[in-house]
């Protein structure tokens, strides 16, 4: 089912980036969007990306990015470069535990093979760690634990 949804996801994403026609939020959504607690949300990302930063210091396959501690930050990913080769074993196999890491930043289109090797480099070796409110300490901590399981080469 979850790979079916990822598809779709994918297949859903490749549409809206060929539509840029202006669209208005449905009311429900509004209605959802406002009775969120912001502070909560915001406690609950900060405290899982703080568990996710100190839990993967360790992993040598992970490369780790770091995100500036202020009032300002709210992340619901944790970003770690990953290299290439390994990007889609270290995904799979996290997805087998129920994991699943997605790869926001795919070379768009109209780049093409026109990328700077640096630039090229992020696009295909970052991968993102959800963090975001859904997830509580339990759920991060089984993060941990998978990542920390996995050994490559």
């Known amino acids: ?3 079916k949804a990822l598809s779709q996801f994918s297949e859903a994403e490749k549409n809206i980036n060929k539509d840029f026609y202006p669209y208005q939020i449905d ?6 969007i406002n009775s969120i607690d912001e502070e ?6 900060k405290s899982n990306y703080l568990i996710l930063s100190s839990g993967l210091k ?18 619901m990913f944790f970003p770690v470069l990953i290299e290439k080769e390994l990007r889609n074993a270290v995904r799979g196999k996290l997805a087998e535990q129920g994991i699943y890491c997605p790869i926001h930043w795919p070379i768009p289109p109209q780049i093409g093979t026109d ?7 992020i696009y295909e070796q970052v991968l993102s760690i959800p963090c975001d409110q859904r997830y509580d ?3 991060i901590k089984k993060v941990l634990t998978v990542f920390n399981s996995i050994h490559l080469r």
Not at 27 to 32: D, K, W
Not at 40 to 45: A, D, G, P
Not at 58 to 75: A, G, I, R
Not at 115 to 121: A, F, L, M, R
């Open 1 to 3: 089912m979850k790979d």
């Open 137 to 139: 300490q339990e759920d």
């Open 27 to 32: 009311r429900l959504s509004f209605e959802i």
């Open 58 to 75: 360790e992993v040598s396959y992970l490369q780790h990015t770091f995100l500036k501690e202020d009032d300002n930050t709210c992340p």
């Open 40 to 45: 909560e949300l915001i406690r609950k990302r």
């Open 115 to 121: 990328v700077i090797s640096s630039t090229k480099e």
